[in-house]
């Protein structure tokens, strides 16, 4: 399949991608949970209000939740969420860079705020990842 061919491409995915739109195919194939949790009351949510998916080659290793803020040109990345045992490495962190930075752009936005980063461990490294 062509993500085969792609391991180090890095897509940020729609809640209505055909990948994860099955979302109980999309749990037993890649275990990966999730749920648009814009129709869940905010005291239930999990993850955040639109939560989008990352797929790194051939898997889901994150997810994240972000608005853009247009009175500032900001892109907020209210939460980032990494999934267990997901070990980011160079490849990961650059094509994160290039990802989010045409992510940014693309909602009109000039800068990326990060807000939380879940495991914690890797917010200094998603910060110096996405700082322009």
Avoid: H
């Avoid at 160079?90 to 800068?111: D, I």
């Amino acid at each position: 399949s062509t993500l085969r061919k792609k391991k180090s491409t890095m897509y940020i995915l729609s809640p209505f991608d055909n990948l994860i739109i099955q979302r109980d195919r999309t749990n037993r194939i890649f275990d990966f949970d999730y749920t648009i949790e814009c129709y869940v009351p905010e005291p239930k949510r999990q993850y955040g209000y639109f939560v989008l998916p990352i797929l790194w080659g051939e898997n889901l290793v994150g997810r994240f939740d972000s608005k853009a803020d247009r009175n500032r040109n900001t892109l907020v990345m209210r939460k980032l969420f990494f999934e267990d045992n997901f070990e980011p490495d160079q490849k990961f962190w650059k094509a994160m860079q290039e990802t989010f930075w045409k992510f940014c752009r693309f909602n009109g936005c000039e800068a990326i705020e990060v807000k939380s980063v879940y495991p914690t461990k890797f917010k200094t490294e998603v910060k110096r990842s996405l700082a322009m």
